[in-house]
């Protein structure tokens, strides 16, 4: 079981940014892949970025050259650093990871004014 836990969301003007976390906590064999995904109000769940076991990564076009995310494994943690927001990245941002199922966090909420 893993228990999942994000922070760091709030309230920027366009063009800041925000840097997320997600804590990791329980018993697990081994995580192979973090997530960042986000829902806007009426729309569908999105994947942001993903990062390996190996540290690989791959983003949204939407966010590629913006976003950032990495992982500190000795902490159970994973980041993702948003920079030139945009009102169009105002969403519920969730963390997820991949062991023998997909687990999700609470969501943090992210809202960028224009």
């Known amino acids: 079981q893993v228990h999942l836990v994000e922070s760091g969301g709030g309230l920027v003007q366009a063009g800041g940014s925000l840097t997320l976390s997600c804590e990791a906590s329980g018993s697990w064999f081994r995580i192979d892949s973090m997530a960042w995904y986000r829902q806007a109000p009426g729309k569908e769940r999105e994947p942001v970025a993903t990062?390996?076991?190996?540290?690989?990564?791959n983003y949204a076009d939407s966010v590629k050259g913006r976003f950032t995310i990495f992982r500190d494994h000795a902490k159970n943690m994973v980041y993702l650093q948003m920079n030139s927001l945009k009102p169009d990245d105002t969403a519920v941002y969730y963390c997820s990871c991949i062991t023998s199922r997909q687990y999700w966090g609470q969501g943090t909420q992210v809202t960028v004014s224009s």
């Open positions: 990062i390996g076991d190996s540290g690989s990564a």
